[in-house]
């Protein structure tokens, strides 16, 4: 049986498999579990009560994880229902996954990796002006670069999604300040028990190479460590993943990140 999530401690397990995940699908259960027309997690249950497989189902993308074997019929069902909508761009998946989905639909990919810190990173003091959780219009300005393609609609669900977020205590949004205007972002997007993810971490180009990102992921990880939880992330390219690496972020985890995705022609 796939549904909504209605337990929160499904994804605490969940994290313990996907920690950079599972914090991410529990601030998104969290910030909608109260407003089901906006929950887009959810899961596969078993005939034993387990779960199985976990599902976010954007509008045009799909995070499909199965930490626990491969994912059931009611879950391949569910996406290639998505899929067949003509809406999904990409999804992300592990093993389990990835080894159902090569045989539903064609695709281009690309491994990405999962970073992780163990210790917090001391970072000099430096007068930058950084602040959270103060004016969300600004910080979109900052962020929106990582959207160019998508609708005007995405700055409402993205705002929707951080102060809920927020003031649920999932999200923590820092933001960096250069003449008194935002230049640089970054976001503690969701927490588990154990575990927490950092994301949208940008920065202006006019205002790049200055250590603002560095700043920012640092004091994230840095939060995250206080509070007993392990800092994760997903670098965007290799040369962002160095500058990860020198703050002390490891490599530890890979997934795929599928796209350009359609059925395979000989199932129709």
């Known amino acids: 049986m796939i549904k909504l999530i209605d337990d929160l401690s499904l994804l605490e397990k969940f994290s313990e498999k996907e920690p950079y995940f ?10 909608f579990m109260d407003d ?13 009560g387990d779960a199985r497989s976990f599902l976010n189902a954007g509008t045009d993308s799909i995070m499909l994880f199965s930490p626990y074997g491969l994912p059931g019929f009611e879950t391949v069902l ?18 389990n996954s990835f080894g159902v989905l090569k045989n539903l639909f064609d695709f281009e990919i690309e491994n990405a990796v ?10 000099p003091e ?17 962020t929106k ?26 999200s923590t949004l820092f933001t960096l300040h250069e003449d008194g205007k935002a230049v640089s972002t970054a976001c503690i ?22 250590g603002y990102a560095s700043y920012l992921t640092a004091l994230c990880a840095d ?14 390219n290799p040369g962002v993943q160095k500058m990860y690496e020198k703050l002390g972020f490891k490599a530890a985890k890979t997934y795929y990140y599928l796209y350009n995705i359609k059925e395979k022609e000989d199932r129709k």
């Open 36 to 48: 089901p027309e906006l929950l887009s997690i959810w899961v596969e249950i078993d005939e034993h």
């Open 223 to 236: 939060m995250l460590l206080e509070e007993g939880r392990t800092p994760w992330l997903v670098p965007a």
């Open 114 to 123: 999962q970073m992780f810190a163990e210790n917090r990173i001391d970072m």
């Open 189 to 210: 997007r969701g927490r588990t028990g154990n575990s927490g993810a950092i994301t949208s971490v940008v920065t202006l180009p006019d205002s790049r190479h200055k």
């Open 145 to 170: 670069i990582l959207f160019e393609n998508e609708e005007n609609s995405v700055k409402d669900f993205w705002k929707l999604k951080i102060v809920r977020g927020v003031l649920k205590k999932q």
């Open 22 to 31: 599972g914090s991410l699908f529990n601030a998104a259960a969290v910030s």
């Open 126 to 142: 430096n007068g930058f002006d950084f602040q959270t959780f103060e004016n969300f219009d600004e910080a979109w300005d900052v």
């Open 78 to 95: 569910f996406v290639t229902n998505l899929v067949s909508g003509g809406t999904v761009k990409h999804i992300e998946c592990d093993e």
